[in-house]
Structures are given as structure tokens and as C-alpha cells.
């Protein structure tokens, strides 16, 4: 089992960046792959990206890409993602998602960080 904690959220103008961090407790954080995820008020949660066991894959939502990018930090079991060129749209509570190596679905969430961009 894995707890996971976000952090770095806030308010930003449009086009500024931030970083968000989600640390995870455990001694097993490579055996998860980990996702980032946001819901927007009245929207469907949205997985942003995703990131493999070791790092070396990543994937991104098409709303994201160019913009955000995801990595970990396996000795410090902490996964990242920093945010570029932020939107308005991009507006929503971020939550941080682990899903062991043998799952198929994103077992364990954060309790989310809200992030707000204003025009």
C-alpha cells in the first residue's frame, strides 16, 4: 500500500508555471507507475500524464501536451509535474494516482491540490 501526498498548488496568472510534487510513503514507489489527474468543477476527472515504473515512458493528454511534463524521483519517492504556459482551462484540483506494476487501474489517490489560473 502507498499514501500519497501533493503539494505545490496555487493561483498563477495565465502563462506563468508551477510545479507540483506528490510524495509517497512506502519503500515500493518504483513498483508503481504514477499518474497525474485533474477535475475541473462540473467535468470528468482527466488523467494529464502518466509515467512508467522507471521514468523512461511517459504519456500526456492531448489538452497538456508541449506544455506539462512529468517525472519522478525513485530514490526520493517523489513524482512531479511541472506546468508551462498554464491556461485557464487548466483551472482544476490536481490529484496524484499509483498503480502497482501488476494493476490495471490507478489503485491509490492523493487527496489533491487545487490549482487556479487566472486570465
Known amino acids: 500500500q502507498v499514501q500519497l501526498v501533493e503539494s505545490g498548488g496555487g493561483l498563477v496568472q495565465a502563462g506563468g508555471s508551477l510545479r507540483l510534487s506528490c510524495a509517497a510513503s512506502?519503500?515500493?514507489?518504483?513498483?508503481?507507475?504514477m499518474g497525474w489527474f485533474r477535475q475541473a468543477p462540473g467535468k470528468e476527472r482527466e488523467r494529464v500524464a502518466a509515467?512508467?515504473?522507471?521514468?523512461?515512458?511517459?504519456s500526456y493528454a492531448d489538452s497538456v501536451k508541449g506544455r506539462f511534463t512529468i517525472s519522478r524521483d525513485n530514490a526520493k519517492n517523489t513524482v512531479y509535474l511541472q506546468m508551462n504556459s498554464l491556461k485557464p482551462e487548466d483551472t482544476a484540483v490536481y490529484y496524484c494516482?499509483?498503480?502497482?506494476?501488476?494493476?490495471?487501474?490507478?489503485?491509490?489517490w492523493g487527496q489533491g491540490t487545487q490549482v487556479t489560473v487566472s486570465s
Open positions: 509515467i512508467s515504473l522507471s521514468g523512461g515512458g511517459t
Open positions: 512506502g519503500r515500493t514507489f518504483s513498483s508503481y507507475a
Open positions: 494516482a499509483a498503480r502497482w506494476k501488476s494493476s490495471t487501474a490507478f489503485d491509490y
